[in-house]
């Protein structure tokens, strides 16, 4: 897993700053992913492979996840609402999880996703954990990465234009 190792310094104003950025980013893909859960998308596959930069604005993730299904040719009333939760709960929770959205800050939406299901392991017993809906899982899509990066990989045969980050 590619999960930012991150030395926080919550006394100074750049510190605090930063560590602000990760754990709002954080808030908002971990609740983008529970209320996406159930809905199936070709703009899923291209969000579950998109990469960010370690200082990403929720803002500017957001507009990426956006544009996916805008080029997707998806009905954009629910994901339009599904966006304004996840940014709305990005704020709510970030007074009380500052610190800790802020260490399990993740780079790629792999990662995310490896550490939901974390999450759902410490909260729920294993027959109560939801299931897998809308997004693939990690291991499958880490293989798709592998196969990408392979020599002799078809360019572009499975890799969507958003998954790396410019």
Same mark, same amino acid.
């Given at each position: 897993?590619?999960t930012?190792?991150?030395e ?8 605090? %700053? /930063? !560590?602000?950025i #990760? ?5 908002? *893909?971990?609740?983008?992913i529970?209320? #996406?859960?159930? /809905?199936?998308?070709r703009?899923h ?9 370690? @200082? +990403? +604005? *929720?803002? %500017? @993730?957001a507009?990426r996840? #956006?544009? !996916? ?7 954009? *009333?629910?994901?339009? $609402? ?5 940014l ?9 999880? *500052?610190?800790?959205?802020?260490? #399990?800050?993740?780079?790629n939406?792999?990662?995310?996703? %490896? ?7 410490? @909260?729920?017993?294993a027959?109560?954990?939801p299931?897998?809906g809308?997004?693939? @899982? =990690?291991?499958?899509?880490? &293989?798709?990465k592998?196969?990408?990066? !392979? =020599?002799?990989? &078809? $360019?572009?045969?499975? /890799?969507? /234009?958003? !998954?790396?980050? =410019?």
């Open positions: 897993m590619e930012e190792v991150v926080l310094d919550l006394t100074s104003r750049d510190g605090l %700053e /930063k !560590a602000i #990760r754990a709002r980013r954080t808030a908002f *893909v971990a609740r983008f529970v209320l #996406r859960e159930s /809905k199936r998308t703009a596959r291209v969000i579950e492979l998109m990469e960010w930069g370690e @200082l +990403t +604005t *929720v803002e %500017e @993730l507009g996840f #956006r544009a !996916a299904f805008v080029e997707n040719g998806d009905n954009m *009333v629910p994901v339009d $609402r599904d966006l304004r939760r996840a709305a709960h990005s704020f709510r929770s970030l007074k009380f999880f *500052v610190e800790e959205y802020a260490v #399990r800050a993740t780079l939406f792999i990662d995310a996703l %490896e550490d939901y299901e974390r999450s759902n392991e410490l @909260l729920f017993v027959e109560d954990q299931k897998p809308g997004w693939r @899982l =990690p291991t499958e899509l880490r &293989k798709l592998v196969q990408d990066a !392979a =020599p002799g990989a &078809k $360019r572009g045969s499975r /890799k969507p /234009k958003h !998954a790396a980050h =410019p």
